[in-house]
T-cell receptor, first 112, second 113 residues
């Protein structure tokens, strides 16, 4: 089955800096890659997703890149703000398949 | 308001006492799933359902049961809970399995002593 590895497990940045979280996946058939943000004590919520026919997608300060050949995808957050502090999960799915496999999460802390 | 509702939010029980965590969604989603969240392990899928009366195992199904008798409801059943099932549980739904955003419930924190 699919295996998703996520790095780093913790990330601390200064406010205004950029943050990058990286994930690798094992199943070359995977074609849907969402990212979820989970604030402390709350539910995970989708922040951005990308499909395998696209190499990059951007939404304001958040961008995701996908390298299908290397089987890795990354989340980029620019101009970080304190409210970006949360746990971020990457995930991969074969789309028409039955499962979304999550990475183990990255605790992002944005320091003032 | 579109939402996934889980109950209860917190549950403390003893080993072996059967319990059910309910999950209901009002978005007419076909796909529903249960996850458990443990520190350092992320979100692991327990069971999922692609439609009424269609369920299948996820990555960690041992010790759990589910049913999907109605489209909106997907309860998680622990017939004989054990301490290793102490965890944070999330129910989620989506309009299409695997390729559309998951809508999560608020979570159920279960403690088994």
């Amino acid at each position: 089955g699919e295996n998703v590895e996520q790095h780093p497990s913790t990330l601390s940045v200064q406010e205004g800096d950029s943050a990058v979280i990286k994930c690798t996946y094992s199943d070359s058939a995977s074609n849907y890659f969402p990212w979820y943000k989970q604030e402390l004590g709350k539910r995970p919520q989708l922040i951005i997703d990308i499909r395998s026919n696209v190499g990059e997608k951007k939404d304001q300060r958040i961008a995701v890149t996908l390298n299908k050949t290397a089987k890795h995808f990354s989340l980029h957050i620019t101009e970080t703000q304190p409210e970006d502090s949360a746990v971020y999960f990457c995930a991969a799915s074969t789309g028409g398949g039955n499962k979304l496999t999550f990475g183990t999460g990255t605790q992002l802390k944005v320091e003032l | 308001e579109a939402q996934v509702t889980q109950n209860p939010r917190y549950l403390i029980t003893v080993t072996g006492k059967k319990l059910t965590v309910t999950c209901s969604q009002n978005m007419n989603h076909e796909y529903m799933s249960w996850y458990r969240q443990d520190p350092g392990l992320g979100l692991r899928q327990i069971y999922y359902s692609m439609n009424v009366e269609v369920t299948d195992k996820g990555d960690v199904p041992e010790g759990y049961k589910v049913s999907r008798k109605e489209k909106r409801n997907f309860p998680l059943i622990l017939e004989s809970p054990s301490p290793n099932q102490t965890s944070l549980y999330f129910c989620a739904s989506s309009s299409r399995q695997g390729s559309s955003p998951l809508h999560f419930g608020n979570g159920t924190r279960l403690t088994v002593t």
